[in-house]
T-cell receptor, first 110, second 115 residues
């Protein structure tokens, strides 16, 4: 059974650009959540989707957005990138057994 | 709001030593509790979980008991190995069963085990 797949693994962007990250959950999982991991702030919740609907949102500015498609795949977008957006972005899919995380996308903003 | 506080690291142990990483939580309801492990360059792997008071989660020799009276979920292992070197995160979820919830994480504890 394939795990949670995140693409790309690594990304380098320039300040002011925008970026889109992708997450494919485990087959059959309809819930996807996104987290940002930085050395300074630790792991912080971004958003949560279930059946294409955003169910929960963390305390991030409007530059951070996401969506979920009918096949449960999810994307998150960050517009007008800032240096502080450099982080590991983790996606998790959920079934009753618990949350399973992907390996993450390492975003570096220069 | 909900939150998790865990022991600051780093923790350095010799192989076969006993490990304890303390974790306490604050929650308004009845959360589920988790320990996750992160190896260098990887995402988070679920180590163990407990969904109600007095439940004991266990996996790969690690154990943690959900203590409602002390709002704690301390991670223990009787004999650590070099391969246990990683960052450990305590977390709680405000979701239930098939309903959804966000995870609140502690800051993580870096464990290094020397041979």
């Amino acid at each position: 059974k394939a795990g949670v797949t995140q693409t790309p693994r690594y990304l380098i962007k320039t300040r002011g650009q925008q970026v889109t990250l992708s997450c494919s959950p485990i087959s059959g999982h309809r819930s996807v959540s996104w987290y940002q991991q930085t050395p300074g702030q630790g792991l912080q919740f971004l958003f949560e989707y279930f059946s294409e609907t955003q169910r929960n949102k963390g305390n991030f500015p409007g530059r951070f957005s996401g969506r979920q498609f009918s096949n449960s795949r999810s994307e998150m977008n960050v517009s007008t990138l800032e240096l502080g957006d450099s982080a590991l972005y983790l996606c998790a899919s959920y079934l009753q057994s618990g949350y399973t995380f992907g390996s993450g996308t390492r975003l570096t903003v220069v | 709001g909900d939150s998790v506080t865990q022991m600051e690291g780093p923790v350095t142990l010799s192989e076969e030593a006993f490990l304890t990483i303390n974790c306490t939580y604050t929650a308004t309801g009845y959360p589920s509790l988790f320990w996750y492990v992160q190896y260098p360059g990887e995402g988070l792997q679920l180590l163990l979980k407990a969904t109600k008071a007095d439940d004991k989660g266990s996996n790969k020799g690690f154990e943690a008991t959900y203590r409602k009276e002390t709002t704690s979920f301390h991670l223990e292992k009787g004999s650590v190995q070099v391969s246990d070197s990683a960052v450990y995160f305590c977390a709680l979820s405000d979701g239930r069963g098939s309903t959804l919830g966000r995870l609140y994480f502690g800051r993580g504890t870096q464990l290094t085990v020397w041979p």
